[in-house]
Structure formats: C-alpha cells, structure tokens
C-alpha cells in the first residue's frame, strides 16, 4: 500500500509540476490570466489528488481484477480523464476574465496530466507477484 501511495504522490508531483509550466507558457503565449481562477498551488494539489486517488482505485482495482489489471484500470482511467473535461466546459468564468473562450484550451490539456504521468511512473512502482 505504501508503494501505491508514493506513486501516486511522485506522479501526482510530477503532473502538476507539468501543469504549473504549461498553464504559465499558455498564459505568457496569448497574453491571458486566469490566476483568479486556480494558482500553481492548485493545479499541484489537484494532481497529486487525482494521482493518489488513482493509485488507491488501483490497489483495490487489483484485489478484485486477477488478469489484466493494468490494461482494464488504464481504460476506466483515460474515460473517467476524458469525462472530466466536461468541468472546464461547464465552468462559469468571473466576468472579469478576458478571453474566457481560451480557458478551455488551457484546461483540457491539464486535464490529461495526471492520467499521462500516472501511467508513465507506473513501470517504477510496479510490483512483483509474490509466489
């Protein structure tokens, strides 16, 4: 279990780390500001829940599923990600925001984070079956 948690801890870190410098290029590149919305601070916190949350949907994923754990987790994963986009659509902006038309073009990549670097760390902590 405590592996379980690191890797979602490390991936999580990793992801928002991605999506702090992503969210700052997209910001500098077409002039926009959405810091009333969500900082860095967020963007990390967010990550490092959906990591840690994954891990732990994993790890009990695993005692239900015997076979093809990882390819049937990965799946549910990618479509609960590609649901979630649904948030930044539904999502309504200050009225002070400019551009708020480019908010989804700097959400819905972030978006795509966690379940990218959750399944690229996944390798690192992957353990092996005790006989």
Known sequence: MKQTLFHGVVSGALAGLAASIYSEAYSQALLVDFSSVFTWINLVAVCIFSCVLASLGYFFFAKWVKNGTDSWF????????????????????????????????????????????????????KQEAIH
Do not use: R, Y
């Open 74 to 125: 990965n799946a549910i994963f990618l479509v609960l990600t590609f649901v979630s986009f649904l948030i930044p659509f539904s999502s309504e902006l200050p009225m002070e925001i400019e551009s708020p038309e480019l908010f989804a073009g700097l959400t819905i990549p972030i978006h795509l984070f966690p379940v990218l670097f959750w399944m690229a760390t996944k390798p690192l902590f």
